[in-house]
């Protein structure tokens, strides 16, 4: 399996982080990539020369206000000439194999077509030392990631790991720009139909837990953004109620761990009522 592919690494305000991303996107053991930097209106603006990350196949596009995470991560998608897609947080790392092992995996699947890739995460401490590893379901085309059961011992927490047909995700419209946060799981409810997932047992992405600022661990976001998500997709879930409740579980487990009991409770009174129809 071949072609190029785009790695895409929105950014704001994270120039320290961003260093060590764009590196580990850089050396990848897959001969043809692009690394698109979206300068997501960080102030200084990013410099790849100051930030020791400087390479030919690396180009930066800058937003001169912060878009959101959504619509950096859309413009990249836009501007990638990659036959295949990947997108890393700016406080993350992919592992050198990452993109050879998702691209050998998706070439020998048996899952019916398309067929797009996930690897597993491992999760990372600040020095780099492995916490974890949350392993990649495979699931056939129609499965839907977050909803469905998945095979024993797999994690639905893998998404960021996607590697996937790039005109593929253009084709669903690529991220919602309406959502703050939960980016990821909105996206994977519109791909499920479409796509089949195929897991790849080595950890690709590594995923740093610090105690730094993500957009996803704003708890006020992370609300809303669910709200929108239970909005636009309320025929799929209701139709998928078991998976639903799922879903709404988690999100109540995180917003206890945030310290948000109002939003909490009213969750876990959500999936009972769910529950009763499930």
């Not at 990249?76 to 691209?103: C, E, I, K, Y």
């Not at 590893?133 to 495979?138: D, E, K, M, Y």
Request: hydrophobic content about 45%; proline content about 5%.
């Amino acid at each position: 399996m071949g072609g190029r592919v785009s790695i895409i690494i929105p950014t704001h305000d994270r120039p320290l982080a961003l260093a060590r991303a764009a590196v580990s996107a850089l050396r990848q053991t897959h001969n043809d990539i692009e690394v698109i930097v979206v300068d997501d209106g960080s102030e200084p603006p990013v410099d790849p020369e100051r930030g020791g990350f400087a390479d030919p196949r690396l180009i930066v596009l800058r937003n001169d206000r912060a878009m959101g995470g959504a619509a950096a991560r859309n413009r990249g998608l836009a501007a990638a000439t990659g036959r295949w897609v990947t997108f890393l947080d700016d406080d993350d790392a992919l592992a050198p194999t990452m993109l050879v092992s998702a691209l050998a995996a998706i070439d020998i699947s048996h899952l019916p077509p398309p067929v797009a890739a996930l690897t597993a995460v491992e999760v990372v401490d600040e020095a780099g030392a492995s916490l974890n590893i949350r392993r990649a379901p495979t699931l056939t085309r129609g499965h839907i990631l977050g909803l469905d059961p998945l095979p024993r011992g797999t994690s639905p927490f893998t998404k960021q790991s996607l590697v996937i047909r790039r005109d593929l995700l253009l084709s669903i419209g690529g991220f919602d720009e309406t959502l703050g946060s939960r980016l990821h799981t909105e996206l994977f409810l519109r791909l499920g139909p479409l796509c089949s997932l195929q897991g790849v047992a080595d950890a690709g992405y590594l995923l740093t837990e610090h105690q730094g600022t993500r957009v996803s661990g704003d708890a006020a976001v992370r609300k809303r953004s669910f709200r929108q998500i239970v909005r636009k997709h309320r025929r799929l879930l209701w139709r998928k109620r078991k998976g639903f409740v799922q879903l709404v579980t988690w999100h109540a487990n995180a917003c206890r761990r945030k310290g948000m009991f109002g939003e909490y409770l009213k969750a876990r009174l959500f999936a009972r009522v769910i529950r009763m129809f499930a």
